[in-house]
């Protein structure tokens, strides 16, 4: 019914940039919040950054200054600008939407893109 999928993922040195997007498609009526969370391995998944459908946003203090989540509602999409990343920023990172497809909203997931940070 709903699919996200994540793009933009990659390799990269510690300073440098990456962009990921998320695309939502699929039966959609609406969706109200949408995210990202990352997992690196053997650790929990963590919370990285939040934006609700009028554009307010929250993200962990370990992101703050160098992340930004933006979103397109045309396109139903969510991106991430990660800046000036560091080793410690690589893990798996997950797009999330609280969507409505059918009477309410439910969380959907993404298949996660894989970040690596080279020092």
């Known amino acids: 019914q709903v699919q996200l999928v994540e793009s933009g993922g990659g390799l990269v040195q510690a300073g440098g940039s990456l962009r990921l997007s998320c695309a939502a498609s699929?039966?959609?009526?609406?969706?109200?919040?949408m995210g990202w969370y990352r997992q690196a391995p053997g650790k929990q998944r963590d919370f990285v950054a939040v934006?609700?459908?009028?554009?307010?946003?929250n993200s962990a203090d370990s992101v703050k200054g160098r992340f930004t989540i933006s979103r397109d509602n045309a396109k139903n999409t969510v991106y991430l600008q990660m800046n000036i990343l560091k080793p410690e920023d690589t893990a798996v990172y997950y797009c999330?939407?609280?969507?409505?497809?059918?009477?309410?909203?439910?969380?959907?997931w993404g298949q996660g893109t894989q970040v690596t940070v080279s020092s």
């Open positions: 699929g039966r959609i009526f609406s969706i109200s919040t």
């Open positions: 999330y939407g609280n969507i409505k497809s059918g009477l309410y909203y439910s969380d959907y």
């Open positions: 934006i609700n459908s009028g554009g307010g946003t």
